[in-house]
């Protein structure tokens, strides 16, 4: 079983819709939680950072951690077709912060 | 100029050729790492670094190593390619606090 599992879509919605993007995983160990933009042909790039259970809000992007169910999500409101890219989550222990774990990625599609 | 550069960008290769990827960045972080990504399996550690005189294996390190020449420059070789390592290989700088800066990638085809 992975660490953390991510479903790769891929994510087709209209634009102005409401994107919901979830990762689970199953060591209770992670303290740190991450949440990756990668446009294609390019590398990723850090979207959101969380260490805590609850909501962080920036823009209409929403990071969400719930610790109790080993889940996280992260919200698009308004979507649009600029954030068509895959969207990889990525945790860290807390005595090991060098080496991330990524989910595999899932790849959305904003249409006009 | 872009923070983190990785060449070639793209390279195809026969079985058995020694092949190196190289990174620069323009930060000056002192951690910098080299990842692979594949369809259906996401980012894979390689090899990471905390400064030149430190090198540490990550979770795939097989079939390849590394080089710290300086504190702004990463290299990964594989010593001899198989077709297994075709794949698209990032490089990344960090301070160790959770966010990672990548490079473009660099595409390596193994024939």
């Known amino acids: 079983q992975k660490e953390v599992e991510q479903d790769p879509g891929p994510l087709s919605v209209p634009e102005g819709a409401i994107v919901s993007l979830n990762c689970t995983y199953s060591n209770s160990a992670f303290q740190y939680f991450m949440w990756y933009r990668q446009y294609s042909r390019k590398g990723p790039e850090l979207l959101m950072y969380t260490y805590s259970s609850g909501n962080k809000e920036d823009g209409r992007f929403t990071a969400q951690v719930d610790k109790s169910s080993k889940y996280i999500s992260l919200f698009i409101r308004d979507s649009q077709p600029s954030d068509s890219a895959t969207y990889l989550c990525?945790?860290?222990?807390?005595?090991?912060?060098?080496?991330?774990?990524f989910g595999t990625g899932t790849r959305l599609q904003v249409f006009p | 100029d872009a923070d983190v550069t990785q060449t070639p960008r793209n390279r195809i290769t026969k079985t058995g050729k020694r092949i190196m990827l190289e990174c620069s960045q323009t930060k000056g972080h002192d951690r910098m790492y080299w990842y692979r990504q594949d369809p259906g399996l996401g980012l894979q550690l390689i090899y990471y670094?905390?400064?030149?005189?430190?090198?540490n294996k990550g979770e795939i390190s097989d079939g390849y190593s590394v080089s710290r020449q300086a504190q702004a420059k990463f290299s990964l070789s594989l010593e001899s390619a198989i077709p297994n390592q075709t794949a698209l290989y990032f490089c990344?700088?960090?301070?160790?606090?959770?966010?990672?800066?990548f490079g473009e990638g660099s595409r390596l085809t193994v024939l």
């Open positions: 990344a700088i960090g301070s160790g606090a959770g966010e990672l800066f």
């Open positions: 670094s905390f400064d030149v005189k430190d090198i």
């Open positions: 990525a945790m860290q222990r807390p005595y090991n912060t060098d080496k991330l774990i």
